[in-house]
Structures are given as C-alpha cells and as structure tokens.
C-alpha cells in the first residue's frame, strides 16, 4: 500500500515543479574474518550479500514550505539492509527449491514538515526526523531519524539559533524508563565564509517506576547535562579543519530509595581534525579523538580479576548514536570486559561500553588518512588508527587496542550509478591477550579483517 501511495504520487509530480519524487537501491557483499572473537581457530567469520531500498518524496510546496518522507527497507537492527535468500517462513527442506520469501517490510524512516513563519525569520519543523549534533559522537539518529521539534531562529543570515526536543521513550505506564526526553539549545555562527563556530547545550531526562535492584521499588530519575563546543571550517589556501568538545555532568541515576547509591556523570570527549587539500587531486589529514572511560574504584584482589566497584561517579563518555570511525574495531570487535570475552551488551552506568557501536565511550585514537582523484570519477582513500583503551576494565589489562587500515575506492560508472569497495586490516593490541586466568589452550589473538563492495543506484 505504501509502495502504491508513492507510485501515484510520482504521477502526480509532474504537476509540481517544486516536488522530487527519487530513491536508491544499494547491493553489497561483505565477508568478515576473524571479526567476534580475533581467533582463527573459531567461529567469527561470515560472508553475506545484502539489499537495502530507500524511496522519498520532497515536496517544496512553497517558498519556506516544505515536507519530506522517505521509506527505507528494514527495522531498527538492520539499518535498512536485508541478507539475500533469507527463509523468512518457508520451512521447506530444500529453499532452493522454492522462491526465496519476499523483500521484506518498508518503514517509514522519515516524515516531518519544516516551514517558515511568513513575514518572520522563524521556522519549525516537526516530525520524524535526523538529528545530528555536532560531528555525531554525542547523538546522531540519522539512520532511522527521532520523533522530534525544532524551532528555529535565523535573525541574520549568519547566525542560527534553534530550540529542540527530541522523544527518546514515550510507555502508556508508568514502568521502567516510562519517559525519556532530551532537549536542546543549538547556535551557529558563521564567521566567514565557510567556517562556523558552534555552542550545544542538551538535558536529557528520565522518569519511570519500578524494580531497580533486587526487588527495591522507587524512582530513579536522571538530570543529566551535555555541554559541546564546535568549529568547522576551510581556508582558502587549502587547510581545512574541525575542533568538538564535550563536558557532561548530572545524575545518570537519582534514586528514591536510600538504599541505592546516585550515580553522577562526568565524561569528556574531544575532537580535533586538520586536512590540507592539493587542487582537487589529493587530500591529506590527521584526526585525533578521545572519550573518557569510567574509572574502577576496588577492583578484586587478585590480578586480572573484575571491578567489585565502580564507585558513585561514572567517568565515562555516554552517548546515543551510531558514530562509526573504523570499519572493524568500533563497528564489529569492541573492547575485551572480562576474562575471556570480548564486548557485551550493557547499559548505563558503568557497563556503557557496548561490544559493537559504542562511540568514543573509553576510547582514543589517532588517525592519519591520505586520498586521492586520480580521475573525476574515482577515488582512493586510506585511513591509519592507532587505537587506546583509556582505562582498564580487567585488574592490569593492557590498553592498547592496536591498529587498523581501512581502505576505500570508489568509481561512478554512471553519474547516477558507483561502485564502491572497502577493506580494514585490525591488528589487535596487548588488550586482547589472552590473561594468565584464563585456561582455554586454544585462545588466541589473530588479526582481524573485512572486504565489501557496493554497487548504488540513485534515480
């Protein structure tokens, strides 16, 4: 039906000049080595071809009017993508002798309505939306956008200032995080052409009643702040740069019960980036990035034994997105939390860091990348991390991480048609090794490495 709504609304374009009507269609293959466990002689490895579809309507009705929807195949885990040949039902002893089950289901990744107020400098826009702050390592949701408003001011043409909320969790009870909102103050001035300088200011709360631990009913609210600097810009002798930092403070958790101990937050993030582009042939450039990690306050007695506590201040950078730097450590292999195992599942306070996707939570690292255009239609880049665990989660674990190269080519066989492949190459640090606890003999620490290619249609 959806699909069918967008077919006659692409008829019926032709009568506004101002409407696009367009979508992509991505086909990828990726194989991964080695990429769960960083053991050759495991499990950790798969290849898989993949299909991701996006349709969208932008309709610019009139000047400062305008509303935008766009489908995306997929749910939240998928990020749009669905694995080829997938048996979604059909329990047929021999698939390949029966048609693979349908697509999949289309979700409405956006739609929202942005407009301007006539006669006044003042917009809103509400709806499903993307939401990125800053250079996406506190919160970007652009994957598959937020519920949201936005009003916004642009009193001269150089400077934006814009109030916002976005719904984090809305229940009908009043259960376990029954409520979470997060609001905003955003103000961009642009200096000079090209370069900006910007001020983020957002509290996120939470309310919500329940079992908190061990059967103890109460309330456990947060007030919990982010408070970001940032500047972008390019000069016009070819340097080109970024620059983010982020302080947070608050309670993560301010509990009822006397029984439970508030938890505070107090994480740091920063960013720097400088680039120096040669004509429109080469580009060189260097990143450096850290975020804090929460601090064990007793861990067990003996070596290599787990935190018994991690105190009533969690030190660690919280963040909400998906901020992918590598292809392989950040997306995939995430940090080693105990004897024996990589990253796991967690939540706030202290067991932020999540195995995959997890930001710059007790993370630094420097970047060298050089690319270059040989031709209009290509292009190469490679991308060099050395990667540091800022504090240990195991009793006298290592902290580097290790290194990793990523490779990107792509190349426009049609301008509406490219081709793109991608490599990374993960040595891993002293902070896998194997710790004299553990006993497993077959417990190694092998490199890990990933290949994809993608071909993407735009129309």
């Known amino acids: 039906v959806l699909l069918g709504v967008l077919m006659a609304v692409m008829f019926a374009a032709e009568s506004y000049a101002a409407t696009e009507v367009g979508g992509t269609i991505d ?24 299909e991701k579809i996006n349709l ?24 749009g993508w ?10 047929a002893s021999n698939q390949m002798m029966f048609e693979n089950e349908a697509f999949g289901t289309a979700q409405f990744r956006y739609a929202y309505i942005d407009f301007m107020v006539p006669g006044t400098p003042v917009g809103m826009k509400i709806g499903h939306m993307p939401v990125i702050v800053g250079h996406s390592i506190w919160a970007d949701t652009k994957i598959w956008g937020s519920d949201g408003l936005m009003i916004y001011a642009v009193p001269i043409k150089e400077l934006m200032i814009a109030l916002g909320t976005i719904k984090g969790l809305e229940t009908a009870t009043n259960g376990i995080f029954s409520d979470v909102d997060m609001y905003g103050l955003h103000v961009i001035y642009t200096f000079m052409p090209k370069n900006s300088a910007g001020v983020n200011v957002n509290y996120l709360t939470r309310a919500g009643k329940g079992d908190i631990s061990g059967g103890t009913a109460g309330q456990y609210d947060m007030g919990f702040w982010n408070f970001m600097i940032t500047a972008d810009g390019a000069l016009d002798f070819g340097l080109g740069y ?16 006397a029984a439970m101990n508030d938890i505070s937050g107090s994480g740091i993030a920063l960013l720097l980036g400088v680039d120096f582009k040669i004509a429109d042939i080469a580009k060189v450039g260097m990143d450096l990035a850290y975020g804090s990690g929460d601090k064990c306050d007793t861990f067990g007695a003996a070596d290599y034994s787990a935190c018994t506590d991690w105190g009533k201040t969690n030190e660690g950078y919280v963040n909400f997105n998906d901020y992918g730097y590598t292809m392989i450590y950040e997306d995939i292999v995430g940090q ?3 004897a024996g195992t990589l990253g796991t599942t967690g939540g706030l306070p202290h067991t932020t860091s ?10 630094m690292y420097a970047k060298l990348g050089a690319g270059v255009t040989p031709i209009k239609d290509m292009s190469v880049g490679l991308d060099f991390f050395y990667l540091l665990a800022v504090q240990e989660n195991i009793k006298k674990q290592k902290n580097d991480i290790g290194y990793e190269f990523d490779l990107t080519f792509k190349y426009n066989i049609y301008k509406n048609l490219a081709w793109s492949f991608l490599a990374g190459y993960f040595i891993p640090g002293g902070h896998y090794e194997k710790l004299p606890t553990e006993t497993d003999s077959t417990k190694t620490v092998d490199a890990a490495y990933a290949f994809e290619q993608k071909l993407s249609l735009k129309f």
């Open 27 to 50: 086909v990828r293959g990726r194989l991964r080595e080695n990429n769960n466990d960083l053991n050759s002689s495991r499990s950790g490895n798969y290849t898989v071809w993949q």
């Open 56 to 79: 969208w309507v932008d309709a610019k009705i009139a000047e400062g009017l305008k509303g935008y929807i766009e489908l995306q195949t997929g749910n939240g885990a998928s990020k």
């Open 82 to 91: 669905f694995n080829w040949g997938v048996n979604r039902g059909d329990n």
């Open 242 to 257: 970024k620059f983010e930092v982020d302080l947070q403070t608050g309670n993560l958790y301010d509990y009822e019960s």
């Open 336 to 338: 080693k939390r105990a």
């Open 354 to 363: 999540r195995g995959t996707d997890f930001g710059l939570w007790n993370t």
